[in-house]
């Protein structure tokens, strides 16, 4: 399965703002390992990069229609 980047702007912004929260949840979470802080519910934290990132690669969820 070959997912295509998307090539309109607002689509392509989801993708990126959804690639971004996924590297900084990851990042945070990491942090929080290291310095022994308690992440509860780590997996809804990652709710919102995932949809945003959905939104922009699904077609039956892109605000702008390819």
């Known amino acids: 399965m070959k997912v295509r980047f ?11 703002c959804g690639i971004f929260g996924l590297v900084f949840q990851f990042t945070a ?4 390992y ?3 802080i308690p ?3 780590f ?3 990652l709710l919102a ?4 990132l959905a939104s922009g690669l699904i077609p039956a969820l892109q ?3 390819e």
């Open 6 to 16: 998307p090539k309109r702007w607002l689509n392509r912004l989801l993708c990126y």
């Open 29 to 32: 979470a990491i942090h929080a």
């Open 34 to 36: 290291w310095h022994d």
């Open 39 to 41: 992440l509860t519910n």
């Open 43 to 45: 997996w809804f934290l």
């Open 49 to 52: 990069p995932l949809l945003c």
């Open 63 to 65: 605000p702008q229609k």
